[in-house]
């Protein structure tokens, strides 16, 4: 039998009761590491139930429309904030309605989902990456908080930026074969990272001219495979798919962000363009679920949150209400969320939930706390 002192036995019964009356956040020991991966995918750009998950749009979706039964499908996912993509995705990562500049000059107003993240759990800066299509997302990885900011924030890149770079010096060089080159291209590409990124707007922990070797090794393969592919780069957000694979295989960060934003080509006015990058971005989304299921560190521990950051016009008063999105009627507002992956049950609900909720679930499945407008969706918390 074991003897224990009176502060011994003291102790232990105090963390007895400890267990059964706080919450663990409030405990002086810290939570066990959870092991859970998050990541989330913004179908973005702007669209519309009608072109998804609508009767009538399923067929523009065919990846999606498999997957939803593995999943649990959130049939109503309502975005009450500014409709602008910058305002919505800041939203979607830090659980607050944000009301910034529309074009990403300014940070989030409130800390990030990165910055929360990498603050509590103490994780790496290689933990948590945005790979976003649109180029207005340079400022998304940290907030102005002053108690947060850049040294908790997020790596952020932006494949596009990079590539328009590159061709625009491969135009000015003039060289035989011009842009239709691909190594030049890619030589170009080559040069605008051992210059740095301050003039393309990323921002990476290790900044211009400091970006560290494996970094840049890891973003240069994903070049590679994406400018010698077996087809002829069309796609902003098949870069962002390439970019992302590589830095899921080198670094496994546990938070990814990743911003898909070529159907916001309904701005041009083509219905028909719309659909593609529609279509495109399903098959990219089954692509980075495959890679999911393949990659070994990802494998049974990852939830995979994807879901429109807005809609887009409904054509109750136009013809052409794809093209923007600034009425604020339902077809903007109302959206989807699809959850797969680790823990995740299979179902379908038409409680609404809001996008501000994705910060604050995903914390939870991070080991983190958001203090944020959101609610965990008690389908996918801990």
Same mark, same amino acid.
């Given at each position: 039998?074991?003897?224990?002192?009176?502060?011994?036995?003291?102790?232990?019964?105090?963390?007895?009761?400890?267990?059964?009356?706080?919450?663990?956040?409030?405990?002086?020991?810290?939570?066990?590491?959870?092991?859970?991966?998050?990541?989330?995918?913004?179908?973005?750009?702007?669209?519309?139930? *009608? #072109?998804?998950?609508?009767?009538?749009?399923?067929?523009?979706?065919? =990846? @999606?429309?498999?997957?939803?039964? &593995? $999943? /649990?499908?959130?049939?109503?996912?309502?975005?009450?904030?500014?409709?602008?993509?910058?305002?919505?995705?800041?939203?979607?990562?830090?659980?607050?309605?944000?009301?910034?500049?529309?074009?990403?000059?300014?940070?989030?107003?409130?800390?990030?989902?990165?910055?929360?993240?990498?603050?509590?759990?103490?994780?790496?800066?290689?933990?948590?990456?945005?790979?976003?299509?649109?180029?207005?997302?340079?400022?998304?990885?940290?907030?102005?908080?002053?108690?947060?900011?850049?040294?908790?924030?997020?790596?952020?890149?932006?494949?596009?930026?990079?590539?328009?770079?590159?061709?625009?010096?491969?135009?000015?060089?003039? *060289? #035989?074969?011009?842009?239709?080159?691909?190594?030049?291209?890619?030589? =170009? @590409?080559?040069?605008?990272?051992? &210059? $740095? /990124?301050?003039?393309?707007?990323?921002?990476?922990?290790?900044?211009?001219?400091?970006?560290?070797?494996?970094?840049?090794?890891?973003?240069?393969?994903?070049?590679?495979?994406?400018?010698?592919?077996?087809?002829?780069?069309?796609?902003?957000?098949?870069?962002?798919?390439?970019?992302?694979?590589?830095?899921?295989?080198?670094?496994?960060?546990?938070?990814?962000?990743?911003?898909?934003?070529?159907?916001?080509?309904?701005?041009?006015?083509?219905?028909?363009?719309?659909?593609?990058?529609?279509?495109?971005?399903?098959?990219?989304?089954?692509?980075?679920?495959?890679?999911?299921?393949?990659?070994?560190?990802?494998?049974?521990?990852?939830?995979?949150?994807?879901?429109?950051?807005?809609?887009?016009?409904?054509?109750?008063?136009?013809?052409? $209400?794809?093209?923007?999105?600034?009425?604020?009627?339902?077809?903007?507002?109302?959206?989807?969320?699809?959850?797969?992956?680790?823990?995740?049950?299979?179902?379908?609900?038409?409680?609404?939930?809001?996008?501000?909720?994705?910060?604050?679930?995903?914390?939870?499945?991070?080991?983190?706390?958001?203090?944020?407008?959101?609610?965990?969706?008690?389908?996918?918390?801990?």
């Amino acid at each position: 039998m074991i003897e224990l002192t009176k502060r011994q036995f003291v102790r232990l019964a105090g963390l007895s009761i400890a267990d059964r009356i706080f919450p663990r956040w409030l405990r002086a020991e810290p939570a066990p590491r959870s092991q859970n991966k998050v990541i989330i995918v913004t179908f973005g750009g702007g669209v519309r139930n *009608s #072109e998804t998950f609508a009767p009538e749009g399923v067929r523009n979706i065919p =990846h @999606l429309l498999a997957l939803k039964p &593995e $999943g /649990y499908f959130y049939r109503s996912c309502v975005n009450s904030g500014v409709l602008s993509h910058f305002n919505s995705t800041a939203s979607i990562v830090t659980g607050n309605w944000q009301r910034v500049d529309d074009f990403g000059f300014q940070q989030p107003a409130s800390p990030t989902l990165f910055e929360l993240y990498r603050k509590q759990r103490s994780a790496s800066a290689l933990d948590a990456w945005a790979i976003a299509t649109n180029k207005s997302f340079a400022t998304m990885g940290s907030s102005s908080d002053t108690g947060f900011g850049d040294r908790f924030g997020g790596n952020v890149v932006l494949p596009k930026q990079l590539l328009l770079e590159a061709v625009e010096g491969a135009i000015r060089k003039g *060289s #035989e074969g011009g842009v239709a080159n691909r190594d030049l291209v890619l030589e =170009h @590409l080559e040069n605008v990272l051992n &210059e $740095g /990124y301050e003039g393309v707007g990323w921002t990476i922990f290790k900044a211009g001219r400091e970006l560290d070797r494996k970094v840049r090794a890891t973003l240069l393969r994903g070049l590679v495979d994406y400018i010698h592919g077996p087809e002829a780069p069309t796609s902003g957000d098949e870069l962002t798919f390439f970019i992302t694979r590589e830095v899921m295989r080198e670094f496994a960060p546990r938070l990814l962000l990743v911003n898909f934003w070529d159907m916001d080509v309904a701005h041009w006015g083509s219905y028909s363009l719309y659909l593609q990058a529609i279509t495109k971005t399903d098959r990219l989304c089954g692509m980075l679920w495959d890679e999911v299921q393949e990659n070994p560190r990802y494998r049974g521990k990852t939830t995979v949150l994807i879901l429109p950051e807005l809609g887009r016009d409904g054509d109750v008063n136009t013809a052409n $209400g794809f093209l923007n999105h600034r009425s604020g009627d339902t077809s903007c507002r109302n959206v989807w969320l699809l959850a797969l992956g680790a823990g995740v049950p299979k179902g379908v609900t038409e409680r609404t939930v809001q996008h501000v909720d994705i910060a604050t679930t995903a914390a939870e499945l991070l080991g983190a706390k958001c203090d944020g407008a959101g609610r965990a969706l008690k389908e996918l918390s801990l």
